[in-house]
């Protein structure tokens, strides 16, 4: 069964053919570090986890490279002002290599509570400053960019003679013109859509490094056609990011490299979805975004309880990866439902009994799965054919319908390998560790209630005190009894 996979470059599905099969190289555009990841961008790395678990599933041998930005990203993706790692550097009085430091192992964190594979490269931008400078010459040697006064600009109208600027999303240079900022007096751009590639420093610029046009820094698009090529060579099999990469990063990279060996990096363009909130995109800058944390532990304003990473992940594997996901707790709650009946089927299939006929059709489930994956990761559609089977393992279980040996392997082996290995989920411990937790104050409340009415004060005084040595801190009022974590 071959994969098809949605192409924004030819704005179809394709078959997914290998440069090299068994081997893929895979490219995900990877965090800035700057600040805490929010659930959108959980969302893109979930998605491309999922495609990454499916091409192994697959058997392919893949080199799945994510890059950390840490240098070069400028404030409003622009060309001018402070980096993003800068400007928090000097609001939190720190070095920007700690900000950075920080961020990294934060998101590290949180891709593994998602349950993320981690990729097998994970380079960054401050590590491959020469690669990037030494791309820089060459686009300038081939006369796609220019030197003005400590800054390398791509010419993209020069670029755009001979090339389709906006391939990618089929868009006519002259629009982009039309619907850009128009150069001012002080500009040293030729054109409205030339970008930098290499960015002189101001004096007060905290992370520059020398290079053959002075003191300075890397633009933020020539850092991944840089580690890209370097580890998957100039063409490549999948190039992947959030939609909202297409028009700008994307588009520049496909330009860097058709400049640097005249083509363009990769074969397959691949855009995942937004996350919205209330219809909006969720974006740091725009003030909506929620961080993993404060949706697990239900601190967001916006929700109404907390939701394990496990639910998240299948809340998000509910929508397929290029339809946009609107957060909300009511999905969220149906989420949590629908998570705890597929894990559970998973039990009940290792308790039901095996007969000698069987109502039930694995291999019709298999290839109906596999088929919907095979379409584009249609994640709804599978799963939805996998609800069908645990409705009738249920009926197995509940004797109004019969399973054979045969067919009882074959569901539990698909069962396994999807939950586990293919959408990537897994039991949740910790869920089970906090809820102990809960159920054991609340039968030490219950007993000390009823010592209280017992009038055994002793009794309900030790209670509380010896769980206050234990950090726990009991709050009586009128209406409630309540504890919290001191
Ligand atoms: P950044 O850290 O801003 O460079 O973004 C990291 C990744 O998250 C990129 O691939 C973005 O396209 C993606 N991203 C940003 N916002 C969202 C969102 N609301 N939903 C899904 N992906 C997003
Ligand atoms: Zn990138």
Known sequence: MSLFLYNTLSRKKEEFIAINPPFVGLYVCGPTVYSDVHLGNCRTFISFDLLYRYLLQKNYKVRYVRNITDAGHLEGDRD???????????????????????????????????????????????????????MVKVILKNNLAYEVNGTVYFDVEKYAKENNYGALTNRQLEDLISNSRELDGQDEKRGRLDFAL?????????????SPWGEGFPGWHIECSAMSSKYLGTTFDIHGGGMDLAATHHTNEIAQSNAYCG???????????????????????????????????GSHALLEKGYSPMTVRFFMLQTHY????????DALKAAEKGFDRFMNALETLEKIKVSTTSTVDAEMYKQNCFAAMDDDLNTPIALAHLFDAVRQINSVYAGTETIDNSNLTELKKLFHTFAFDIFGLKKENEKSTESLEENLVSILLELRKEAKENKNYAASDAIRDKLKNIGIEIKDSKEATTWEKI
Do not use: C
Not at 114 to 129: Q, R, S, V
Not at 276 to 296: C, D, I, W, Y
């Open 263 to 297: 083509h363009q990096p990769a074969n397959y363009w691949i855009h995942t979805n937004m996350l919205t909130v209330n219809g909006q995109r969720m974006g740091k800058s725009l003030g909506n975004a929620f961080l993993p944390h404060e949706l697990f532990n």
């Open 322 to 329: 290029r339809s946009t996901l609107d957060f909300s707790n």
């Open 80 to 134: 001018e002002g402070d980096d993003k790692f800068t400007k928090k550097a000097k609001l939190e009085q720190l070095e920007p290599m700690e900000i950075v430091q920080r961020y990294t192992l934060g998101f590290h964190e949180v891709m593994q509570l998602f349950n993320n594979l981690p990729p097998n490269i994970e380079p960054t931008a401050t590590g491959h400053i020469v690669e990037q400078i030494e």
């Open 198 to 210: 290499w960015i002189k420093a101001k004096p007060e610029h905290l992370m520059k490094w020398n």
